[in-house]
């Protein structure tokens, strides 16, 4: 059955050179590949005003491209999100794009109102790529980083069930690792996962 995917690149670096802009293309082109929509956000291309205090989380945004990434959020089916790990989790700027984009009365309820996720019924793909190895993030570092983005945004909107990858050692892989990187991202595109 044919998904609404919604790929969010979050590297801050808009070049297109990037393994993240690489994996969010192979995961776009076998998503659209299998006949499934795809829309896709560069977050390093936007320019948006940061969240400053809690009464700007708690009201509506109003920034154009803060408001067409919520309708694209809400339009999806299935959310990736590609992002390098810096200092242990999300680039400052993607974790400001998701404080913009996941306020309340768009991911969670409004306050006054019983608790709930609003994005129910909708899945994820969380891509991280880093220079460590992958086992030393999950074995040393415990995957913080990515538990805080799964659980603390994702979850709690209501998202399930929340997949993940996590690519290490990028700067050191050879063609043919970078090549099966690519390959996998574009089969999970295919599968709508």
């Known amino acids: 059955m044919a998904k609404n995917i919604l790929v969010l690149n979050g590297h801050p670096d808009p070049r297109g050179e990037r ?24 977050v390093g ?16 945004a109003a920034h154009p491209a803060i408001l067409e990434a919520q309708q694209a959020l809400r339009w999806a089916d299935h959310l990736v999100i590609v992002h390098p790990l810096w200092l242990g989790g999300p680039p400052a700027l993607f974790k400001g794009f ?9 991911a969670l309820s409004p306050p006054g109102a019983p608790p709930s996720g609003l ?3 909708k899945s994820a793909r ?3 790529t880093m220079g460590m190895p992958a ?16 659980k603390g ?8 069930p929340i997949r993940h990858a996590i ?11 970078r090549r099966r990187w690519l390959a996998a991202m574009e089969r999970h595109g295919a599968a709508g996962t």
């Open 19 to 42: 393994l993240c802009a690489a994996l969010a293309n192979a995961y776009g082109r076998g998503a659209s590949s299998a006949g499934h929509q795809v829309r896709r956000i560069d």
């Open 45 to 60: 291309a936007l320019d948006f005003p940061l969240v400053r205090t809690t009464d700007e989380f708690m009201s509506e």
């Open 98 to 106: 998701l404080e913009q984009v996941f306020r309340y009365g768009v």
């Open 119 to 121: 994005l129910k019924g």
């Open 126 to 128: 969380v891509v991280v």
């Open 135 to 150: 086992m030393i993030f999950r074995v040393v570092f415990g995957a913080n980083g990515l538990k805080s983005l799964e």
């Open 153 to 160: 945004v994702l979850w709690i909107s209501g998202f399930k």
């Open 167 to 177: 690519i290490g050692e990028v700067e050191t892989a050879g063609p043919r690792t």
